[in-house]
């Protein structure tokens, strides 16, 4: 089944649209809970795979309510799979920028066919929010931050409201202030835990996946886009270059916004070299 809610209302403009409010961060008590329950499963988990870390997520009480984030982007088809393995119900959440790739959205509706998914649920602004905040579609030039912000980060903030926690596909090879990145961690700003079931897969791991459970690759993969963001933003890349040079290419960003550091929606600046 398939979902399309539009998830973004806000009441306002500026920093308000960058991420959770400081009224609407935990309490520090809860906070202490939280910590506890992530170093619970932590130590659960520790020497099991990724199918049983997506099990205990989506079955341990103590995780509690988890959807899914998806960008159905270069090598999400492989975390989509693992998902659909253990729980083809789980809920998926798809950001639909309005300035993707037509690719991508033709790769999301055939991989969610494909793979069984029963509740992936599109996320886009509203029309009359887009209308105001961005009615030319050129915030992203003058301002790239508050164009993902509007299009992207807000959405999903939204839409994980009832939620205690999501999965992502970090890894730990992806740099270094992820390379001691534990299965589940968590997110101080929203009072969430982040699930991580391929923290310890290699690259190698994922196109060895991939190919023994014969899943497509999204096809700008072979056109040279190693890593796939919105069309304007997302530019080929050359043998030699990494693998996210070709996003928001010339400008001081390599992040859309959606993990959060300290408590506030991670900036390039606070986040730099890091990749989501």
Known sequence: MLHDPHALHPAGGGDDARGASD??????????????????????????GATDVLRGALRDPEAGRIAMVSSFGAESVALLHLVAMVDRTTPVLFIDT??????????????????GLRDVRILRTDEDTLKK?????????SDPDGCCALRKTVPLENALNGF????????????????????FEIEEATGRIKVNPMAHWAPEDIRVYMDENRLPRHPLVAQGYPSIGCAPCTSKVVPGEDARAGRWRGQDKDECGIHFVD?????????????A
Do not use: C
Request: hydrophobic residues 35%; positive net charge.
């Open 23 to 48: 009224s609407a961060r935990p309490r520090r008590a809860d906070l202490h809970a939280l910590r506890a329950r992530a170093t619970a499963l932590n130590a659960r988990y520790r020497h099991h």
């Open 98 to 115: 309005r300035l993707l790739f037509a690719e991508t959205l033709v790769y999301q509706a055939e991989m969610a066919e494909r793979l």
């Open 133 to 141: 905040r961005d009615p030319y579609g050129a915030l992203r030039f």
């Open 164 to 183: 205690d926690g999501w999965i992502t596909g970090r890894k730990r090879y992806q740099s270094g202030t992820r390379a001691s990145l534990d299965f």
């Open 263 to 275: 408590g506030q929606v991670a900036r390039p600046q606070e986040r730099k070299g890091e990749r």
